[in-house]
């Protein structure tokens, strides 16, 4: 149950395009089209974005996609709005026998 | 609409027990599996238990694992957490959430907070 690797920390000006990455292994993020992407504002639950490697919920504005190339699932914000300056986290089916495993977490900055 | 909303939060000891509840409505409880995650101040978030649709298959993260259970009450409609043998790296506010797919957890509660101490 090892976590996945996110950046701390990433930012871009409103208006651009931010990406952020997880990164995994063979055993999760490489080996099933399971990846999720949670957003989480201060004092909030976490809000789905996007499953299934790259499908967004209802509601989900389309400024949101997600990609995964091997074991590294990619977050791409378009568009950057102030609010979407909150906290993002991935996270992986790992297989019948494991629980799930979460990123670390990156925190987006909008300039 | 779908609503998940915990209970049984608070202040315990080291080493006392405390239940946590979330009950569900606005949609077919035994449709879904269950999960409980946590998150302790300043960090990030932890998967901490696992339960499927019918309550057959149950997994934990290995941080509670012979400590802490996980069951459902389908009559009630509600999850429960159960936590044994409680340390002060518990200490966390501990949410309920619908898995939807594969860990893609659709609906979440509002959180209960959990705090570990003597």
């Known amino acids: 149950q090892s976590a996945l690797t996110q950046p701390p920390s990433a930012s871009g000006s409103p208006g651009q395009s931010v990406t952020i990455s997880c990164t995994g292994t063979?055993?999760?993020?490489?080996?099933?089209?399971?990846v999720s992407w949670y957003q989480q504002h201060p004092g909030k639950a976490p809000k789905l974005m996007i499953y299934?490697?790259?499908k967004r919920p209802s509601g989900v504005p389309d400024r949101f996609s997600g990609s995964k190339s091997g074991n590294t699932a990619s977050l791409t914000v378009s568009g950057l709005q102030a609010e979407d300056e909150a906290d993002y986290y991935c996270?992986?089916?790992?297989?019948?026998?494991?629980?799930?495993?979460f990123g670390g977490g990156t925190k987006l900055t909008v300039l | 609409q779908v609503q998940l909303v915990e209970s049984g939060g608070g202040v315990v000891q080291p080493g006392r027990s405390l239940r946590l509840s979330c009950a569900a409505s606005g949609y077919t409880f035994t449709n879904h599996g269950m999960q409980w995650v946590r998150q302790a101040p300043g960090k990030g978030l932890e998967w901490v238990a696992a339960i499927s649709y019918d309550g057959s298959k149950r997994h934990y993260a290995d941080s509670v694992k012979g400590r802490f259970a996980i069951s459902r009450d389908i009559p009630k409609n509600t999850l429960y957490l159960e936590m044994n043998s409680l340390r002060a790296e518990d200490t966390a506010v501990y949410y309920c959430a619908r898995d939807a797919s594969f860990y893609s957890c659709d609906y979440w509660g509002q959180g209960t907070l959990v705090t570990v101490s003597s």
């Open positions: 299934d490697v790259s």
């Open positions: 996270t992986s089916y790992a297989g019948s026998n494991d629980l799930g495993v």
């Open positions: 063979s055993s999760d993020v490489g080996g099933y089209n399971y």
